[in-house]
């Protein structure tokens, strides 16, 4: 998996690419934790270069929105495929985090 952030006014941007399994899921996580910790009130992830995600990326992603929101940040995630789509579906989270179709969409949001 390969990761970037960079941050956008009150909002930190993390770009996920390759997949989001056993193997990059504890990356992901030790890698958005200290970006939960700053000034930031919403943390987008930009999943556009996502290939996979496998039952431990999302749980690593449901620890980390346990986290943002312990933390008061809004955690959303944007750019899916449609297979990474149709996870998020399966597996009820969409109800549970807000999503978008691109990165500008994302931070338009108050």
Request: with cysteine; net charge negative; glycine share 12%.
């Given at each position: ?6 941050p ?28 939960l ?72 949001q108050?």
């Amino acid at each position: 998996m390969e990761f970037d952030s960079r941050p956008f006014g009150q909002a930190m941007v993390c770009v996920i690419k390759g997949r989001l399994d056993v193997n990059g899921a504890p990356e992901f996580e030790s890698r958005c934790q200290p970006l939960l910790d700053g000034e930031h009130k919403m943390l987008v992830v930009d999943m556009s270069g996502l290939e996979f995600v496998s039952s431990a990326g999302l749980r690593a992603i449901i620890s980390m929105g346990k986290r943002a929101k312990a933390k008061g940040v809004s955690l959303g995630f944007c750019g899916m495929s449609e297979m990474v789509r149709d996870v998020f579906e399966i597996a009820g989270m969409l109800g549970l985090f807000p999503a978008w179709g691109t990165v500008e969409e994302a931070l338009r949001q108050p």
